[in-house]
């Protein structure tokens, strides 16, 4: 993947990223004053992401432990977002969509492909490399640390959503009904 970009263009992208300011999070029609607790047994909350998570190691999602959603919630939505890619937005590396409220945690390696999903899990949808599951992180070489936004939206309603939705629409979709979010 990226890795194998030279590390001299790496370094010449240095400074050309998405920013943080274009994360999901971020957006006006998708912001709340109700924070959910998000965290993971696995890394702390600002720490260095385990290599076991990346391309570099195993390469499968990290576990996720989340508290109370609004008593509204009818759905969740995750999206985990890397916002220092060299591109103009956050490179997407997981959605997960029409989660139960009921669900408070991912284990370790639960964002994998999987069709249409389910009702109690939701659906995974596509990443950056149009592709469904998880896409472990793997920055340029020489471009410097990244971030890695873990993104856990509660909304007021269910979407109506294709199987497998891509970061646009269900933005789209989920305008104006947030009603609690979670950061990692």
């Given at each position: 993947?990226?890795?194998h970009?030279?590390t001299?263009l ?5 400074n050309v ?5 274009r994360?999901?999070a971020?957006?006006?029609a ?9 965290s993971?047994p ?7 992401l385990?290599e ?6 195993v ?18 939505v995750l999206i ?5 890619a060299p591109?103009?937005?956050p490179l997407?590396?997981?959605i997960?969509a ?5 669900i408070r945690?991912?284990a370790?390696g639960?964002?994998?492909?999987d069709?249409?999903g ?7 949808g ?6 469904e599951?998880?896409l472990?992180?793997d920055?340029?070489?020489g471009?410097?640390e990244?971030?890695?936004a ?5 909304l ?6 294709d ?10 979709a ?6 609690g979010?979670?950061?990692?």
């Amino acid at each position: 993947m990226l890795e194998h970009v030279p590390t001299w263009l790496g370094a010449m992208l240095h400074n050309v990223r998405a920013g943080h300011a274009r994360l999901a999070a971020v957006d006006p029609a998708l912001t709340s004053d109700t924070v959910i607790e998000l965290s993971s047994p696995a890394f702390a909350s600002g720490a260095r992401l385990p290599e076991r998570f990346t391309a570099d190691g195993v390469g499968v999602s990290p576990p996720l432990i989340w508290g109370d959603v609004p008593a509204a919630t009818r759905s969740l939505v995750l999206i985990v977002e890397d916002p220092d890619a060299p591109a103009p937005r956050p490179l997407v590396h997981a959605i997960v969509a029409g989660v139960s409220p009921e669900i408070r945690q991912f284990a370790e390696g639960t964002i994998v492909a999987d069709g249409a999903g389910d009702l109690i899990s939701g659906d995974v949808g596509r990443n950056s490399f149009f592709s469904e599951g998880w896409l472990p992180p793997d920055p340029p070489s020489g471009h410097g640390e990244h971030d890695y936004a873990f993104q856990l939206f509660a909304l007021s309603e269910e979407l109506d959503l294709d199987a497998n939705p891509g970061r646009g629409a269900l933005v789209a979709a989920m305008a104006g009904k947030v009603i609690g979010l979670g950061l990692l």
